[in-house]
């Protein structure tokens, strides 16, 4: 299906990397973490590394994405914390941008993002924990203060440059993350509402980090009146 999206109808496939996958997730099933990290970066790195050889310089950009829902927690972030989904984060972000790198390209041209929340409680958007997490400047309770796959020693010479040098920076803490997608399957007027207070809820946390994020849909189906 990537082949005739991509290659004969020139469209943009959009990568997600929703929860640990197969036999490497905690139960076997879907909307789990991994039980091993370092393997789930291992697995992203390869899964990310074969999708640029496949289809090449186009895969710069794409966007990226980790987790799919994760709000929706007794559907596809089963039951789990949010300290969880934050480690999660990190080492799956980083994978992908290490692929990259060992495929010769500059991480910095890659968008890595998420979270595809579903948002179900129109403006009422869990962001407040995870955005405090990313940013390399802002506390709050609930979010991790370090980047865990930069923490990781395990990982030592394998994390991508473009993390290791935004954690050397900022003592460890902040991830990569640029671009914070919502899904609006909803009326125009409450899906805008959801874009812009998913904006300002980043603007409160950290305004320097998150000036130029942009915040997308990449799942709508929008109801207008008349």
């Given at each position: 299906e990537w082949d005739l999206l991509h290659r004969?109808?020139?469209?943009?496939?959009?990568?997600?990397?929703?929860?640990?996958?197969?036999?490497?997730?905690?139960?076997?099933?879907f909307g789990t973490t991994a039980k091993?990290?370092?393997?789930?970066?291992?697995?992203t790195r390869a899964i990310t590394g074969h999708l640029i050889e496949r289809y090449g310089e186009p895969t710069v950009d794409w966007p990226w994405v980790v987790f799919n829902e994760p709000d929706l927690m007794s559907h596809y972030w089963r039951g789990r914390d949010w300290l969880e989904l934050q480690r999660f984060y990190d080492y799956t972000s980083d994978a992908i941008l290490r692929a990259f790198?060992?495929?010769?390209?500059?991480?910095?041209?890659?968008?890595?993002?998420?979270?595809?929340?579903?948002?179900?409680?129109?403006?009422?958007?869990?962001?407040?924990?995870?955005?405090?997490?990313?940013?390399?400047?802002?506390?709050?309770?609930?979010?991790?203060?370090?980047?865990?796959?930069?923490?990781?020693?395990?990982?030592?010479?394998?994390?991508?440059a473009r993390v290791e040098s935004l954690c050397r920076a900022h003592d460890g803490?902040?991830?990569?993350?640029?671009?914070?997608?919502?899904?609006?399957?909803?009326?125009?007027?409450?899906?805008?509402?959801?874009?812009?207070r998913a904006k300002e809820?980043?603007?409160?946390?950290?305004?320097?980090?998150?000036?130029?994020?942009?915040v997308v849909s990449h799942e709508t189906c929008l109801l207008y009146t008349s």
């Open positions: 004969r109808y020139g469209l943009t496939p959009i990568p997600r990397f929703a929860d640990a996958p197969g036999d490497l997730s905690i139960d076997g099933s091993s990290l370092v393997q789930l970066h291992e697995v790198e060992d495929h010769g390209y500059d991480a910095r041209r890659v968008r890595v993002g998420g979270l595809e929340l579903g948002a179900i409680g129109g403006e009422h958007l869990r962001l407040h924990d995870f955005l405090a997490h990313v940013s390399p400047r802002a506390t709050r309770e609930g979010a991790l203060e370090k980047n865990a796959a930069f923490a990781d020693p395990r990982l030592d010479g394998k994390r991508s803490r902040g991830a990569c993350f640029d671009f914070l997608s919502i899904h609006t399957y909803n009326h125009a007027e409450m899906a805008a509402r959801k874009l812009i809820i980043a603007l409160e946390i950290d305004p320097i980090f998150f000036e130029r994020m942009p």
